[in-house]
């Protein structure tokens, strides 16, 4: 079992309020990762972290932002939620081997509806 | 940046039968070739995963091959059983530290009993 905790694991809200999504992992990991996903759909990087103080967007991060003050914790912000965001957004973390990547465990997701 | 393709999309096959998905990717420098299933509800969890130093591997019902010069690795399932049922996705990353992995779409199997 993967320690990694997404909170909340579900949230109804409505257009143009401010939401946080957390992301911890008692790994220890360096790396981190928020994908999101409609469901059984395909999954579209949204931010990765590398380290602390270390953020990278990915395709599709334009409306949200992310922090990295600690290493075990990575949360994902909407500053004004829109309908088009309800989606399942899921954090993963990984640690980096000497090879590079290695296996990334996933937290069970939290599906956002925006009303 | 990396682009991964997989297919199919779906694939539907009778319990004990194989199954077998494919994917592409475009950035000659990945060398972390993981596959994912995921169920209803959860998030993916690995199942197997290969490095570009290698060209097969295998865990009991599971295969993946990699080929580095066409830039494609598939994923075997031998003896399919109905728990095989899931979405299934593959991914690629480079060695840097600096690099996340990147998703291919997902490949729906369903096996019937």
């Known amino acids: 079992e993967a320690d990694i905790y997404q909170t909340p694991r579900y949230l109804v809200i409505g257009t143009g309020k401010k939401i946080t999504l957390e992301c911890s992992q008692t790994m220890g990991h360096d790396k981190m990762y928020w994908y999101q996903q409609d469901p059984g759909m395909e999954l579209h990087l949204i931010h990765y972290s590398y380290g602390v103080n270390s953020t990278e967007k990915g395709d599709l991060s334009s409306e949200s932002t992310v922090s990295r003050i600690r290493t075990e914790h990575f949360p994902l912000t909407l500053e004004s939620a829109r309908p088009s965001h309800t989606s399942q957004y899921l954090c993963?973390?990984?640690?980096?081997?000497?090879?590079?990547?290695?296996?990334?465990?996933f937290g069970q997701g939290t599906r956002l509806t925006v009303v | 940046g990396e682009n991964v393709e997989q297919h199919p999309s779906t694939l539907s096959v009778q319990e004990g039968d194989s199954a077998v998905i494919k994917c592409t990717y475009s950035d000659s420098a990945s060398n972390y070739f993981p596959w994912y299933k995921q169920e209803l509800g959860k998030g993916p969890q690995l199942i197997i995963d290969i490095r570009s130093n290698v060209g097969e591997k295998k865990d009991q019902r599971i295969a993946v091959t990699l080929n580095k010069t066409a830039k494609h690795f598939s994923l075997h399932i031998t003896e399919t059983q109905p728990e095989d049922s899931a979405v299934y996705f593959c991914a690629a990353s480079m060695g840097q530290a600096g690099t996340a992995l990147i998703f291919g779409k997902g490949t729906t199997l369903s096996v019937s009993s």
């Open positions: 993963a973390s990984s640690e980096s081997g000497p090879g590079g990547n290695t296996e990334a465990f």
